[in-house]
């Protein structure tokens, strides 16, 4: 008896998650909210990134020279991080205009 009670609540967690998964996403929203669209434009604005990574760098260099290396290391790593942020969203510009990218 435990073996087919078993066995049933596993069938029916099965054919349950079927169910959600096989939802689709439209009819998963609340009424009232709009659905976002799934192809909306994202640019981001490469001068000031390349901007801000400048002037960290020259932030770094000037606490580099106060002697204040931690807070110089902190200001680099801050302008590594925007550096990948821009190559990214360069590349991402770049694959987006082409329409089989590779």
């Known amino acids: 008896m435990t073996k087919r009670m078993s066995a049933l609540a596993v069938s029916a967690a099965v054919i349950g998650g079927f169910f959600v998964t096989s939802m689709p996403a439209q009819a998963a929203t609340p009424a009232g909210q709009s659905v976002a669209s799934a192809k909306a434009a994202v640019t981001c604005n490469q001068g000031q990134l390349r901007q801000q990574?400048?002037?960290?760098?020259s932030k770094a260099a000037k606490l580099k020279q106060l002697g204040e290396t931690a807070a110089a290391r902190k200001a680099l790593s801050d302008a590594a991080a925007l550096q990948r942020k821009l190559d990214a969203c360069i590349k991402a510009d770049n694959d987006a205009s082409k329409p089989f990218p590779g």
């Open 53 to 57: 990574i400048a002037g960290l760098k």
